[in-house]
């Protein structure tokens, strides 16, 4: 896969009564599986990115990094970057008796960026054609280990299973949980030794897999890979790791 370019895509709303502001900010990565054991986009999955991109808009700026799951997940370089920056109103703009109403039409405005904002995200992610035959999941914690955002949160829309030369879960699956958390930690301690990994990695607040809603019919099968993804990140220090199908 060819590098992607960092862009930057700062909203400033540039109309007079605003004012560009920093306060607090939301720095979010999206991995996105594009091996050919996944199924293209769906609506509903088109939703679910809209929706944490949208959410992560609601603070004065955020940090939105696109990256997709393939052989070459550990390119600390194949990411695409989109920067949101808002503004807050200027009240000393107005006459007093303009200013609540003022309030209304600016907050309409803001609504309609954050959707201009998220859309342009989602539109990346749906138009992007790569079709791997491996799947590095595990290598995407190289990546997230030069992460310079603090409180960062990583959402994983895959199927959760690793096919690469570290581990061949299509071939063979776990046949129990003990075999799962075990395989986890050897392979964590693998992926360490190879790229030079730190013990922790400490700003990453949570990791989600968002999982194909036909995942939900495998049954022990699911359990078996929801505690070796979890024993995988706890093995850096990341213990909140929760798992949703859509």
Same mark, same amino acid.
Request: aromatic share 12%.
């Given at each position: 896969?060819?590098?992607?370019?960092?862009?930057?895509?700062?909203?400033?709303?540039?109309?007079?009564?605003? /004012?560009? @502001?920093?306060?607090? *900010?939301?720095?979010?990565?999206?991995?996105? +599986?594009?091996?050919?054991?996944? $199924?293209?986009?769906?609506?509903?999955?088109?939703?679910?990115?809209? *929706? &944490?991109?949208?959410?992560?808009?609601?603070?004065?700026? %955020?940090?939105? *990094?696109?990256?997709? /799951?393939?052989?070459?997940?550990?390119?600390?370089?194949?990411?695409?970057?989109?920067?949101?920056?808002?503004?807050?109103?200027?009240?000393?703009?107005?006459?007093?008796?303009? !200013?609540?109403? *003022?309030?209304? #039409?600016?907050?309409?405005?803001?609504?309609?960026?954050?959707?201009?904002?998220?859309?342009?995200?989602?539109?990346?992610?749906?138009?992007?054609?790569?079709?791997?035959?491996?799947?590095? !999941?595990?290598?995407?914690?190289?990546?997230?280990?030069?992460?310079?955002?603090?409180?960062?949160?990583?959402?994983?829309?895959?199927?959760?299973?690793?096919?690469? $030369?570290?581990?061949?879960? +299509?071939?063979?699956? #776990?046949?129990?949980?003990?075999?799962?958390?075990?395989?986890?930690?050897? =392979? %964590?301690?693998?992926?360490?030794?190879?790229?030079?990994?730190?013990?922790? /990695?400490?700003?990453?607040?949570?990791?989600?897999? @968002?999982?194909?809603? =036909?995942?939900?019919?495998?049954? =022990? &099968?699911?359990?078996?890979?929801?505690?070796?993804?979890?024993?995988?990140?706890?093995?850096?220090? &990341?213990?909140?790791?929760?798992?949703?199908?859509?």
């Amino acid at each position: 896969m060819k590098n992607i370019v960092i862009i930057t895509m700062t909203l400033f709303f540039c109309a007079t009564p605003l /004012i560009a @502001v920093a306060q607090n *900010e939301n720095h979010i990565v999206i991995f996105n +599986d594009k091996s050919v054991s996944v $199924e293209d986009q769906t609506d509903t999955q088109n939703r679910r990115i809209f *929706e &944490i991109v949208n959410n992560a808009c609601k603070a004065k700026k %955020a940090t939105i *990094e696109v990256r997709f /799951i393939n052989q070459k997940t550990s390119s600390i370089t194949n990411v695409k970057t989109f920067f949101y920056t808002e503004s807050i109103f200027n009240a000393s703009l107005y006459k007093k008796e303009d !200013i609540e109403r *003022e309030k209304q #039409f600016f907050g309409i405005t803001i609504k309609r960026k954050r959707k201009r904002f998220a859309k342009s995200v989602l539109e990346f992610i749906k138009t992007y054609k790569a079709k791997a035959r491996a799947t590095e !999941i595990l290598t995407s914690l190289v990546p997230l280990s030069q992460t310079t955002g603090k409180n960062v949160d990583v959402y994983f829309f895959t199927d959760g299973i690793e096919s690469s $030369e570290y581990r061949q879960m +299509d071939r063979r699956s #776990f046949q129990n949980m003990q075999e799962a958390v075990q395989s986890a930690k050897k =392979d %964590a301690e693998r992926i360490r030794r190879k790229f030079g990994l730190p013990k922790t /990695i400490s700003n990453i607040s949570s990791a989600t897999f @968002v999982l194909p809603l =036909d995942m939900e019919a495998k049954g =022990d &099968i699911l359990s078996y890979l929801e505690s070796y993804w979890k024993e995988v990140f706890a093995s850096f220090g &990341i213990t909140k790791v929760t798992f949703e199908t859509l």
